[in-house]
């Protein structure tokens, strides 16, 4: 079992839907969650970033994250044809050991059609 | 303007043949790491490095070397390529500590015939 499970999609949308992105992960020593977009032909960006449980806002993106259930989603609200790309869920523990490693989902592709 | 790159952006080699990829980053950052990225695989870590001369394995770091002489470069080497490393590559770096963002640089994709 992957430590990260994340659906590949892809995902097709009409413009102003709100879409839902969903991650799951089995170590519970995850404290640190972040969401990245990569468009096609680059690298990934950092969206969203929040420690430990709860919801963060920006703009029309919203990250949540369930600690109790290991489960974490980035919602987008009146999604716009820009927002087409590949996110991808990344998390790490606080440990503070040698790595503190970032372990990656496969990554959701996301389509928003005009 | 703060960033990461790397060179070549796209490379088609040879099997056995023995490559460079140049990584350079331009933010003082002390941690510094190799991904490849592969359809299904999603983003898995070949080698980091937390300063100047201090590098350690990844997850996958089989068919490849890194090293770090100064705080800006981390290029990543393979010494005989084979078709299993085809693959997209992504240099990062970040400030040290857990709650510091990564930047990617733009990508370089191999393809070893």
């Known amino acids: 079992q992957k430590e990260v499970e994340q659906d590949p999609g892809p995902l097709s949308v009409p413009e102003g839907a709100i879409v839902s992105l969903n991650c799951t992960y089995s170590?519970?020593?995850?404290?640190?969650f972040m969401w990245y977009r990569q468009y096609s032909r680059k690298g990934p960006e950092l969206l969203m970033y929040?420690?430990?449980?709860g919801n963060k806002e920006d703009g029309r993106f919203t990250a949540q994250v369930d600690k109790s259930s290991k489960y974490i989603s980035l919602f987008i609200r009146d999604s716009q044809p820009s927002d087409s790309a590949t996110y991808l869920c990344?998390?790490?523990?606080?440990?503070?050991?040698?790595?503190?490693?970032?372990?990656f989902g496969t990554g959701t592709l996301l389509a928003v059609q005009p | 303007e703060a960033q990461v790159t790397q060179n070549p952006r796209y490379l088609i080699t040879v099997t056995g043949k023995k490559l460079t990829v140049t990584c350079s980053q331009n933010?003082?950052?002390?941690?510094m790491s190799w991904y490849r990225q592969d359809p299904g695989l999603g983003l898995r870590q070949i080698y980091y490095?937390?300063?100047?001369?201090?590098?350690d394995k990844g997850d996958v770091p089989e068919g490849y070397k890194v090293s770090r002489k100064e705080k800006r470069n981390f290029p990543l080497i393979l010494e005989s390529p084979s078709p299993n490393q085809t693959s997209l590559y992504f240099c990062?770096?970040?400030?040290?500590?857990?709650?510091?963002?990564?930047?990617f640089g733009p990508g370089t994709r191999l393809t070893v015939l």
């Open positions: 990062a770096s970040r400030l040290g500590g857990p709650y510091n963002e990564q930047f």
């Open positions: 170590n519970s020593a995850f404290q640190y």
């Open positions: 929040t420690y430990s449980s």
């Open positions: 990344a998390m790490r523990g606080s440990d503070g050991g040698a790595t503190n490693k970032l372990i």
């Open positions: 933010m003082n950052h002390e941690y």
């Open positions: 490095s937390m300063n100047v001369e201090v590098t």
